[in-house]
Nanobody
């Protein structure tokens, strides 16, 4: 099991950028596939992006392709989500998650960080 702590959320105007960070501890970070999710009020939690152990060929859901970038620094036990061209509909609580499974079935979760995009 790995412990995850997100940071970097906040209030930003539409068109702006934020970078979320997720620091991991208590596990072999480089062995985990890492993902970023979000959940808006009244909506289901959705997987936005995921990156495997090597950091190559990350996955993105269509709504964030070209705007968000997931990356990881295994030396710092940290995964990032760079978010550009933010829209009001990106407003949500953002979570990072980790898994040792081969599929995107995540077992360990952070507490979440709020992102609010004003119009």
């Amino acid at each position: 099991q790995v412990q995850l702590v997100e940071s970097g959320g906040g209030l930003v105007q539409a068109g702006g950028s934020l970078r979320l960070s997720c620091a991991a501890s208590g596990g072999a970070f480089s062995s985990y596939t890492m993902g970023w999710f979000r959940q808006a009020p009244g909506k289901e939690r959705e997987l936005l992006a995921a990156v495997g152990r090597s950091g190559i060929n990350p996955y993105y859901t269509d709504s964030v392709k070209g705007r968000f970038t997931i990356s990881r620094d295994n030396a710092k036990n940290t995964v990032y989500l760079q978010m550009n061209s933010l829209k009001p509909e990106d407003t949500a609580v953002y979570y990072c998650a980790a898994t040792l499974r081969l599929r995107y079935e995540f077992d360990d979760w952070g507490q979440g960080t709020q992102v609010t995009v004003s119009s």
